[in-house]
T-cell receptor, first 111, second 114 residues
Framework: AQKITQTQPGMFVQEKEAVTLDCTYD???????LFWYKQPSSGEMIFLIY??????QNATEGRYSLNFQKARKSANLVISASQLGDSAMYFC????????FGPGTRLSVLP | DSGVTQTPKHLITATGQRVTLRCSPR?????VYWYQQSLDQGLQFLIH???????AKGNILERFSAQQFPDLHSELNLSSLELGDSALYFC?????????????FGSGTQLSVL
């Protein structure tokens, strides 16, 4: 079975600072994908970044990067230069047999 | 616009009733997933269909059922509704089942059971 753990229910960050959102996962499958999604207060689910289990390099997408530590089974999301518009729920997810989401972290960016 | 269409956007009904939520995946996508998101909660996986066949079931109640039709649209049927079924129901699609394939989400159906 697959499982995602996000241990930070809520996080605060000052505008323009960097923030790391934690994600650990559990799966017995050798091949899997790790995803991060953002859900603003408007409710839509927005894809941010993807990391494959066999990828050697950490994924980056603009201000988003994924700190992938396979041996530790962690896939932390790093947001650089936080903006007010980054305030949202952030979900980590794993795809192998199914597509399973974690409980999410609510990020609040302070002006 | 993700290309995934969910209808209706909002649904208000009473306990004991039955409702049907509809999802049209992105053009060409064969995989459809359904998720339930209760207030301030994560996304609970309900069910996955691929090209008309059920692939996996998650925490889906026996009162709930789903199907994917030949034209690939999907419906989620919720019956004998209870207050606790009030939630945001998402449909998401992807081209196939590869681990690299991200999900494209619809805007969701907000169900309120009174």
């Amino acid at each position: 079975a697959q499982k995602i753990t996000q241990t930070q229910p809520g996080m605060f960050v000052q505008e323009k600072e960097a923030v790391t959102l934690d994600c650990t996962y559990d799966t017995s499958d050798p091949s899997y994908g790790l995803f991060w999604y953002k859900q603003p207060s408007s409710g839509e689910m927005i894809f941010l970044i993807y990391q494959g289990s066999y990828d050697q390099q950490n994924a980056t997408e603009g201000r988003y990067s994924l700190n992938f530590q396979k041996a530790r089974k962690s896939a932390n999301l790093v947001i650089s230069a936080s903006q007010l518009g980054d305030s949202a729920m952030y979900f980590c997810a794993i795809r192998s047999q199914n597509f399973v989401f974690g409980p999410g972290t609510r990020l609040s960016v302070l002006p | 616009d993700s290309g995934v269409t969910q209808t209706p956007k909002h649904l208000i009904t009473a306990t004991g009733q039955r409702v049907t939520l509809r999802c049209s995946p992105r053009s060409g996508d064969l995989s459809v997933y359904w998720y339930q998101q209760s207030l301030d909660q994560g996304l609970q996986f309900l069910i996955h269909y691929y090209n008309g066949e059920e692939r996996a079931k998650g925490n889906i109640l026996e009162r709930f059922s789903a199907q994917q039709f030949p034209d690939l649209h999907s419906e989620l049927n919720l019956s004998s509704l209870e207050l606790g079924d009030s939630a945001l129901y998402f449909c998401a699609s992807s081209g196939g089942t590869g681990v690299y394939e991200k999900l494209f989400f619809g805007s969701g159906t907000q169900l309120s059971v009174l």
